[in-house]
């Protein structure tokens, strides 16, 4: 079972940035897609961003597109989530995930969940 460890979750005032980082154990980590869900308190985990294995195709939900960017580094395991112009509504907790293929990932079939870190931004 590959451990996935998120880190970088914070405090912040909107408009502000935060970077988040989840860190692999296993060293398939290249062979997955990797990806980002949030919830908030009250409402269902939604995915917000996954990129593919060979860094060739990546997804973000539409509340995060042109503010949010995933990237990965498979000689680290580790992938990465830079959040620019942060909004009171992207609060959350922030789970890294892990997933044969986006589209698995977007139909909520994760193979590995992190413990979560949690991003708070205030008005």
């Known amino acids: 079972q590959v451990q996935l460890v998120e880190s970088g979750g914070g405090l912040v005032q909107a408009g502000g940035s935060l970077r988040l980082s989840c860190a692999a154990s296993?060293?398939?980590?290249?062979?997955?897609?990797m990806g980002w869900f949030r919830q908030a308190p009250g409402k269902e985990r939604e995915l917000v961003t996954a990129?593919?294995?060979?860094?060739?195709?990546?997804y973000y939900a539409d509340s995060v597109k042109g503010r949010f960017t995933i990237s990965r580094d498979n000689a680290k395991n580790t992938v990465s989530l830079q959040m620019n112009s942060l909004k009171p509504e992207d609060t959350a907790t922030y789970y890294c995930?892990?997933?044969?293929?986006?589209?698995?990932?977007?139909?909520?079939?994760?193979?590995?969940w992190g413990q979560g870190t949690q991003v708070t931004v205030s008005s």
């Open positions: 995930a892990k997933a044969p293929s986006i589209a698995r990932m977007t139909m909520g079939r994760v193979g590995s």
């Open positions: 296993q060293r398939t980590f290249g062979s997955y897609a």
């Open positions: 990129i593919s294995w060979s860094d060739s195709s990546t």
